[in-house]
């Protein structure tokens, strides 16, 4: 069971995309995971939990540049191992894999953070391809050869030939990373999901209006920081902080009633399908 419990994360702004994306983790965790222990299981549960704003697969970062505390955008990875999680004294180990799990980062410093990065890249090129077919932006049959021949065009085949992958070139090299057939699979997949998926206009649309979105709940929140239960100077630096970490704890469609609530934002104008 994913953590939203406890740290209400989302991934995208579509209908059931959560239950999937833990669900694909929980595999990886049970086969790539379980035998490197507890610091392994520290960076995956800390990754799961971090408080997220990404709520789709392009942007990652998200710009907030009304004040120089944020300026440099908001980062899930950076900002929930150096801001959301920092206060809770784990170690630099479990703190660098969370920050440096996502492909754009710096390789982890440790085999257990380096696990969690390709249990991270499998899970989120398999779930959007799925994801993706279910709601007919595109069809298996467009899905490229290279990937079909060596990995399928079913999610379980999928992840079973990566993490296949993962496994063997541990056995065979004693170092963590991928066979070459299948990381070469995984590439040309990664590469499809972006050009029949993620950078679509109307994908690129529906990103815009959620970033604007974001943004305007970090305004409001910024301003009024009694609202987030904090004594806080309205519009500081340390407003600013209090108010990204609350919105990007917030769920795709929380976020989004508090937008109509709070700014009276126009449904219309708001990311299709949340209902």
């Known amino acids: 069971p994913h953590l939203a419990g406890l740290f209400p994360a989302s991934y995208s702004t579509r209908e059931g995309l959560e239950p999937l994306i833990w669900g694909v983790k929980d595999n990886g965790q049970r086969w790539l995971v379980r035998p490197l222990g507890s610091l392994l299981n520290a960076v995956l549960e800390g990754h799961w939990g971090h408080l997220t704003a990404t709520f789709g697969p392009i942007d990652m970062v998200i710009p907030l540049?009304?004040?120089?505390?944020?300026?440099?955008?908001?980062?899930?990875?950076?900002?929930?191992?150096?801001?959301?999680?920092?206060?809770?004294?784990?170690?630099?180990?479990?703190?660098?894999?969370?920050?440096?799990?996502?492909?754009?980062?710096?390789?982890?410093?440790?085999?257990?953070?380096?696990?969690?990065?390709?249990?991270?890249?499998?899970?989120?090129?398999?779930?959007?391809?799925?994801?993706?077919?279910?709601?007919?932006?595109?069809?298996?049959?467009?899905?490229?050869?290279?990937?079909?021949?060596?990995?399928?065009?079913?999610r379980s085949s999928q992840l079973g030939a990566f993490i296949s992958g993962v496994v063997d070139a541990v056995r065979a090299t004693g170092a963590i990373g991928m066979v070459e057939p299948t990381a070469e699979a995984l590439s040309e997949f990664r590469r499809f999901n972006y050009e029949r998926i993620y950078m679509r206009p109307a994908s690129r649309a529906q990103s815009?209006?959620?970033?604007?979105?974001?943004?305007?709940?970090?305004?409001?929140?910024?301003?009024?920081?009694?609202?987030?239960?904090?004594?806080?100077?309205?519009?500081?630096?340390?407003?600013?902080?209090?108010?990204?970490?609350?919105?990007?704890?917030?769920?795709?469609?929380?976020?989004?009633?508090?937008?109509?609530?709070?700014?009276?934002?126009?449904a219309e104008q708001l990311p299709v399908g949340i209902g």
């Open 208 to 266: 815009a209006s959620v970033v604007d979105v974001l943004r305007a709940l970090v305004e409001f929140y910024a301003e009024r920081p009694a609202a987030l239960g904090v004594e806080l100077d309205p519009g500081s630096a340390e407003s600013y902080r209090a108010a990204v970490t609350w919105v990007g704890g917030m769920t795709d469609r929380y976020a989004f009633d508090r937008a109509v609530e709070l700014l009276d934002w126009p």
């Open 65 to 154: 540049p009304s004040h120089p505390e944020v300026r440099g955008g908001y980062d899930h990875a950076t900002w929930g191992a150096d801001t959301v999680l920092e206060p809770l004294n784990l170690c630099v180990e479990t703190l660098d894999g969370i920050r440096n799990h996502s492909w754009s980062r710096p390789a982890p410093a440790t085999p257990e953070g380096e696990v969690v990065s390709w249990a991270d890249r499998i899970a989120y090129v398999c779930h959007d391809f799925e994801d993706a077919v279910h709601t007919g932006i595109v069809d298996e049959t467009l899905l490229p050869p290279l990937v079909r021949s060596r990995c399928g065009t079913a």
